[in-house]
């Protein structure tokens, strides 16, 4: 092994303990399942493993955040189509089961409307805030922010989406 992979294993091993436990968080929070949710935080991990060259790392918890969100639901969406129940979350199985495209397009330009100049960083406040139920305290520190610049950012993006409807 030459010291450019041994550099690129030790960043990434750096990138797996500062973000599992965030990745871990949004699988339990979608699989229910804690033993599950293990098993999906590697697979993601090991995506993104995989794909190191091609990805830009430079923001990770968004990427960890979206690969995470999408594996899980394409397991919901497995086990719902061999006939496994795995939550009681009414609205998580409505989402893994979207099938009408025009919904999902016009869902995907709304969004697009409203995040088109905020960070991406944003987004995931949003998720974590909105979606997942995490304090302002907690949303901060899973994206490095302060508390206010948090607040600030989740304000702002209130305004833009009554700005939508």
Known sequence: MNKQNIAEREAFSKLYEAYAPMVYRRCTFMLKDEAEAGDMMQDVFLRIFSRRDSLDLSAPSSLL???ATRLCLNR????IRHGVHV????????????RD??????????????????????RTMAVLHYVDGMTLEETAEAVGLSVSGVRKRLRSLKSKVKEVK
């Not at 919901?76 to 086990?79: F, K, S, V």
């Not at 009681?88 to 989402?95: A, H, S, T, V």
């Not at 495209?101 to 944003?122: C, H, N, Q």
Request: proline share 2%.
């Open 101 to 122: 495209e025009f919904d999902d397009y016009e869902a995907k330009g709304v969004l697009a409307r409203i995040f088109a100049k905020e960070p991406e960083s944003t």
């Open 76 to 79: 919901i969406r497995d086990n």
């Open 65 to 67: 955040w979206n690969t």
């Open 87 to 98: 939550t009681n979350d009414d609205l998580l199985l409505q989402i893994a089961s979207v």
